[in-house]
């Protein structure tokens, strides 16, 4: 009895190694107990036994996954250190050294991924580890994962890098706005485990990036999934916290993980940094994609129809479709195994709901190459992208005759749509123009028959206004629109331009200018109607400012500009009392009276800040306190109300909020905070300050953490 004891073969403990495992699958960064490993790629584990192993044990590593494992639905894996491969896993014994072995285990590359549990058997005994669990995630440093990415410094940027930017305002002026991924912080990965769980992909599906990413676009918009955010674009947030009250995604996420419920409020920036969060913490390569002038709804149809009234000023009311100053969605890097070769690389997906995609609100993932050689019946969701980066924008001018209202036709463009298509740059901060990925060049023969191409998979559509009044019309229906429209050309040559002649401050006039050109030599008498409002970021108009009217004479060629001002008065009640942030929308008309020739010009502006200033060391050492303040002087004309400055550094302190009431024209405000650092490398901090009359100014500033 007592010698069979002594021959018994037990485990009595097992050593994740967890710093050399973590730092060679660079996992080192996620904040949590649990061992952390890509697929792919082997990891080592020392396992501590009773006694010596001899010849004629059984040892065996159990890893698995999901509620009840079974080998025979491959969600238990058995692997055996002489029976080298299991499933597409691999095991060997390294070194045995007396009680130790030290193992060396290598899932397949196609490993699906999520939380396995080990379990080490020895004859008739089991050992289950404390904390025994092991997060396998996807590999971009592995040859053959489908996300494999061969670049360094990209896979620096769209997997490691927890900071980033996202590209918001106009295509006529864009900004940078900071946003804190996050990816590695407390309960961001368990979020992202929870969410795979939550998504019921089989255990086939686990496997492959593009199940994956289609399963998250989904469960990051709260639509029929109680997912992680709700969308709300009512400019009331009383029951939640507003769109651009968010810097990063890390609050929202933990927020979400510990309550299990929706989180309040989200719009798409929003959306597009938390789906990037999810994708890079789970080893997928993933970027934020910012598109400016974006189409909505256009009902594949590629033409969103913009209703103006007899001043110039844009119609809410009658647009079933809309064009977005700016829209953000992602694009996450895999090879497609589902479609035909030459579709891998960038795909994008959306999770901001706005179309259901076989019954729910998701989004791709859509081949990038595929909305840019207009194959768009290729899965998923390739026709929605693509109208949302190539539609036409058709201005119609609703007038009164005889009591009932008629559409007139006054402009068309071609090229006006999905523009400056933008993301940060590699290791750098600043943006990078990337639309040639997504489209040809405008007029090219490429484009043309990327076009033909589009249009032969997708409705075509008669000219005809589609508005809920309109519809009710007849006889426009016969003249349908060319296969490929082209830029009108009118026969004076007239050309509109919308500028600023001064910086546009809250609480200072706003001064702007149209300038009316004219090519063609001749005496020639225009027509202007200008209209300034204020409208969302979706298209959607709060306020209508001021109009101009003007009938001017020239002589070609040549060009002249009519002011068009607007006092502070007409436009402070609205900026104060709006929850979003408003951009200032500027439509031009201009028609010669001697041909009839007509064009319609927009263009979206955006308000001037004063800035935020940092001011910290360039470098800190690891643990060692350093200050940190926030300056930031009042230099517009107006009392900032209720100010809230919102600062979070990652790696150095949590998410912290300064109430600052009311700030007055002139006045400074200081804010400091002690900062501990935690981790080394670049660190940055992000700052962003909010007030009634101003909806966000952001600034980040890096320092440099070394031991």
Same mark, same amino acid.
């Given at each position: 009895m007592f010698s069979n004891t002594e021959s018994s073969l037990k485990v009595t403990g097992v050593d994740f190694l967890k710093s050399q495992n973590t730092r060679q699958h660079h996992t080192d960064g996620y904040n949590i107990q649990s061992l952390v490993v890509r697929r792919g790629q082997p990891f080592q584990v020392q396992v501590s036994l009773s006694r010596e192993l001899r010849a004629a044990d059984k040892?065996?590593?159990?890893?698995?996954?999901?509620e009840s494992p079974m080998k025979n639905r491959g969600s238990l894996l058995s692997l055996k250190p002489e029976r080298e491969d299991f499933n597409g896993w691999k095991i060997s014994m390294v070194?045995?050294?007396g009680k130790e072995c030290l193992l060396s285990i290598t899932s397949a590359p196609n490993a699906p991924v999520g939380i396995y549990n080990l379990q080490v058997k020895t004859g008739s005994n089991i050992y289950k580890p404390e904390n025994g669990v092991v997060y396998l995630l996807f590999n971009p440093w592995c040859e053959d994962d489908v996300v494999y990415m061969s670049n360094d410094a990209e896979k620096e940027e769209y997997v490691l890098n927890d900071t980033g930017t996202i590209y918001v305002g106009s295509a006529y002026s864009i900004y940078d706005r900071p946003w804190n991924f996050g990816q590695f912080e407390e309960f961001v990965l368990d979020a992202c485990m929870y969410l795979l769980d939550k998504s019921k992909l089989s255990l086939d599906q686990r496997r492959d990036p593009a199940h994956v990413s289609r399963a998250m676009s989904a469960l990051? %918009?709260? %639509? @029929? @999934?109680?997912?992680?955010?709700?969308?709300?674009?009512?400019?009331?947030?009383?029951?939640?916290t507003s769109p651009m009250d968010w810097i990063?995604?890390?609050t929202i996420l933990q927020k979400y993980y510990k309550t299990k419920k929706p989180v309040r409020y989200g719009q798409c920036w929003v959306f597009a940094g938390v789906l990037n969060t999810v994708m890079r913490c789970l080893g997928v390569p993933c970027r934020c994609v910012s598109t400016f002038d974006s189409a909505h709804d256009t009902e594949e149809n590629l033409r969103v129809d913009v209703y103006l009234n007899e001043k110039g000023e844009k119609l809410n009311s009658l647009s079933f479709d809309s064009v977005w100053n700016f829209h953000v969605w992602n694009d996450a890097w895999m090879k497609r195994t589902d479609i035909p070769d030459g579709f891998s690389g960038w795909q994008a997906i959306d999770s901001t709901p706005q179309e259901q995609s076989q019954g729910r609100f998701q989004c791709g993932p859509c081949p990038v190459?595929?909305?840019r050689e207009g194959d768009v019946y290729l899965p998923y969701d390739a026709k929605f992208v693509y109208a949302e980066v190539n539609a036409d924008r058709v201005y119609w001018v609703v007038k009164k005759v005889n009591g009932k209202d008629k559409y007139f036709k006054v402009g068309t463009e071609t090229q006006a749509i999905g523009k400056n298509i933008s993301t940060k740059a590699v290791g750098q901060n600043r943006r990078v123009d990337i639309t040639k990925e997504y489209k040809y060049p405008e007029g090219s023969k490429q484009e043309r028959m990327s076009m033909q191409r589009a249009y032969s998979f997708l409705r075509p559509s008669g000219l005809m206004p589609r508005s809920g009044y309109a519809s009710t019309m007849r006889g426009m229906g016969a003249n349908t629109e060319p296969l490929v429209p082209k830029e009108p050309v009118t026969k004076t040559g007239l050309h509109l331009e919308i500028t600023n002649t001064e910086p546009l401050h809250p609480g200072n006039p706003l001064e702007m200018a149209i300038t009316v050109k004219i090519s063609a030599p001749g005496n020639w008498t225009v027509e202007l109607i200008g209209s300034c409002q204020l409208q969302y970021y979706?298209?959607?108009?709060?306020?209508?400012?001021?109009?101009?009217?003007?009938?001017?004479?020239?002589?070609?060629?040549?060009?002249?500009?009519?002011?068009?001002?607007?006092?502070? @008065?007409?436009?402070m009640k609205t900026l104060s009392s709006v929850e979003d942030e408003v951009l200032i929308l500027v439509t031009a008309i201009a028609e010669v009276k001697e041909t009839n020739d007509k064009l319609t010009k927009?263009?979206?502006?955006?308000?001037?800040?004063?800035?935020?200033?940092?001011?910290?060391?360039?470098?800190?050492?690891?643990? %060692?306190d350093f200050n940190c303040a926030f300056i930031f002087k009042n230099k517009l004309n107006v009392t900032l109300e209720n100010c809230k400055l919102l600062v979070e550094g990652l790696g150095i302190f949590k998410m912290t909020t300064f109430e600052l009431g009311d700030i007055m024209p002139g006045r400074i405000m200081k804010s400091e905070i002690v900062c501990t650092p935690t981790r080394l490398g670049e660190k940055k901090i992000v700052a962003k300050l909010i007030s009634n009359q101003i909806k966000g100014i952001s600034t980040e500033k890096a320092i440099f953490i070394t031991e």
């Open positions: 040892l065996t590593l159990r890893f698995g996954i999901g070194e045995r050294k990051v %918009n709260a %639509n @029929d @999934d109680s997912g992680v955010l709700l969308g709300n674009w009512s400019g009331n947030y009383v029951s939640g990063g995604s890390v190459k595929a909305v979706t298209g959607d108009v709060q306020a209508n400012l001021g109009t101009v009217k003007e009938i001017i004479t020239l002589e070609g060629p040549s060009e002249m500009q009519i002011p068009l001002k607007i006092a502070p @008065d007409a436009y927009e263009t979206s502006m955006r308000f001037q800040y004063p800035p935020i200033t940092v001011q910290m060391p360039e470098t800190a050492t690891l643990y %060692n």
